[in-house]
Nanobody, 126 residues
Framework: DVQLQASGGGSVQAGGSLRLSCAAS????????IGWVRQAPGKEREAVSC????????FYTDSVKGRFTISTDSAKNTVYLQMNNLKPEDTAVYYC???????????????????WGQGTLVTVSS
């Protein structure tokens, strides 16, 4: 069975840091694109970052560039999202998700993600 297990959320003050983890089973994170998608209350899902280890591609949405870093630990089959200088607008449920091939919609098209983990809540207070 393909599974994604997200963890690492919590409550921090603005300017703080968190590291989210996405542990995969049933497939290799070195083969699939793995992304982090967040959903804030009352808002649509938003892909914030994605990594394609087999082609070395990294993607970030503009609002997190310079603050978030996505990485992979192949030995642990885990993808991380290091989030620094967190802002209240980063508050959301964060999901990790996976897809095999980039579509025309690109990594931002959350409908193209094939597998989803459960969410982990990130709350940033001002």
């Amino acid at each position: 069975d393909v599974q994604l297990q997200a963890s690492g959320g919590g409550s921090v003050q603005a300017g703080g840091s968190l590291r989210l983890s996405c542990a995969a089973s049933g497939f290799s994170v070195d083969v699939y694109y793995i992304g982090w998608v967040r959903q804030a209350p009352g808002k649509e899902r938003e892909a914030v970052s994605c990594i394609g280890s087999r082609d070395g591609r990294l993607f970030y949405t503009d609002s997190v560039k310079g603050r978030f870093t996505i990485s992979t630990d192949s030995a642990k089959n885990t993808v991380y999202l290091q989030m620094n200088n967190l802002k209240p607008e980063d508050t959301a449920v964060y999901y990790c998700a996976a897809f095999f091939e980039l579509s025309l919609g690109g990594w931002r098209d959350t409908d193209d993600y094939e597998y989803w983990g459960q969410g982990t809540l990130v709350t940033v207070s001002s």
